[in-house]
Nanobody, 125 residues
Framework: QVHLVESGGGLVQTGGSLRLSCIAS????????MGWFRQTRGKEREFVAAIRWRSGIRYYADSVKDRFSISRDDTANTVYLQMDSLKPEDTAVYSC??????????????????WGQGTQITVSS
């Protein structure tokens, strides 16, 4: 089991930036990929970005690919999400996730086994 803790959420104005961090602990040797998802009330969880742990190959949702950047520090078992040019529609609870098996592209929540508690991002207009 992998335990995940996110940090870095908060309130930001439109056009601003935030960086989320997610630290993994526990059985981290079995991590194949880590990702970020977001969810707003009444909506399904939405894929944001993911990164393969060994190769560093990245995947992005079309809605964020020119504004967000996912990266990892495998020595610190940490994944980051740099969010620039934030928009009000980016407002959501952002959750970190870890996958423990190979998947084609890690764009589905079902690809991931472990989840963090989430951190709120609010972008004011």
């Amino acid at each position: 089991q992998v335990h995940l803790v996110e940090s870095g959420g908060g309130l930001v104005q439109t056009g601003g930036s935030l960086r989320l961090s997610c630290i993994a602990s526990g059985r981290t040797v079995g991590i194949y990929a880590m990702g970020w998802f977001r969810q707003t009330r009444g909506k399904e969880r939405e894929f944001v970005a993911a990164i393969r742990w060994r190769s560093g190959i990245r995947y992005y949702a079309d809605s964020v690919k020119d504004r967000f950047s996912i990266s990892r520090d495998d020595t610190a078992n940490t994944v980051y999400l740099q969010m620039d040019s934030l928009k009000p529609e980016d407002t959501a609870v952002y959750s970190c996730a870890a996958a423990d098996r190979y998947e084609r592209d890690y764009k589905r929540s079902s690809d991931f086994r472990s989840w963090g508690q989430g951190t709120q991002i609010t972008v004011s207009s």
